[in-house]
């Protein structure tokens, strides 16, 4: 079974439409992240969530908005999307929050295209 | 702030001879450190990690790394490269104060030639 599981894989849409990526880990872990990485690979944290409340929310425009339904979804909207959206998104997840040392667990990411 | 460098942004070796990639970090209360890889479209895999334990660390697939205090380096390394470990490799730091995110290295891309 996959461990931190996201959809969809891939999404292209057009500019100006709302989507949302969903993600859910099976891991019992209690916090649960959502990174970008641009075209040039850079990877750059965009929310933590521990025990479904926000604990970092890095700054990101406030068309992007997370929904931690429960400790094992955090789900990610995007309104209004704009080129420069275009991305891989992936969902992770840890056991206690990452500055503890704890390995953090990735999904395979979500291949936003926004045309 | 905490900050991580790679300092190749690309390597290229043969297969057989040895990987070498290397990571510095800022120096700054006391760091743990990862390196993980990814495989062309693929998620992140953590190979090795470092939270103050022994300098020497040993990860998957034979690859391990050192901690370094004085020189502020983990660079990551294996003695003899496959070509299954063509990827992109990432040197990610966190600070064991505060509330502190993963901050990662910019990715070193990793070439083997048959």
């Known amino acids: 079974d996959t461990a931190v599981s996201q959809t969809p894989k891939y999404l292209v849409t057009q500019m100006g439409n709302d989507k949302s990526i969903k993600c859910e880990q099976n891991l019992g872990h209690d916090t649960m992240y959502w990174y970008k990485q641009d075209s040039k690979k850079f990877l750059k944290i965009m929310f933590s969530?521990?025990?479904?409340?926000?604990?970092i929310n890095e700054t990101v425009p406030n068309r992007f908005s997370p929904k931690s339904p429960d400790k094992a979804h955090l789900n990610l909207h995007i309104n209004s999307l704009e080129l420069g959206d275009s991305a891989v998104y992936f969902c992770?997840?840890?056991?206690?929050?990452?500055?503890?040392?704890?390995?953090?667990?990735f999904g395979e990411g979500s291949w936003l295209t926004v045309v | 702030a905490q900050s991580v460098t790679q300092l190749d942004s690309h390597v290229s070796v043969s297969e057989g001879t040895p990987v070498l990639l290397r990571c510095n970090y800022s120096?700054?209360?006391?760091?743990?450190l990862f390196w993980y890889v990814q495989h062309p479209n693929k998620g992140l895999q953590l190979l090795l990690k470092y939270t103050s334990a022994a300098t020497l660390v040993k990860g998957i697939n034979g690859f391990e790394a050192e901690f370094k205090k004085s020189e502020t380096s983990f660079h990551l390394t294996k003695p003899s490269a496959h070509m299954s470990d063509a990827a992109e490799y990432f040197c990610?730091?966190?600070?064991?104060?505060?509330?502190?995110?993963?901050?990662f290295g910019k990715g070193t891309r990793l070439s083997v030639i048959a």
């Open positions: 990610v730091v966190t600070y064991r104060s505060g509330n502190t995110p993963l901050v």
């Open positions: 969530y521990n025990n479904k409340e926000l604990i």
């Open positions: 120096s700054s209360y006391s760091p743990s």
């Open positions: 992770a997840s840890s056991r206690g929050r990452d500055s503890t040392g704890n390995t953090i667990y």
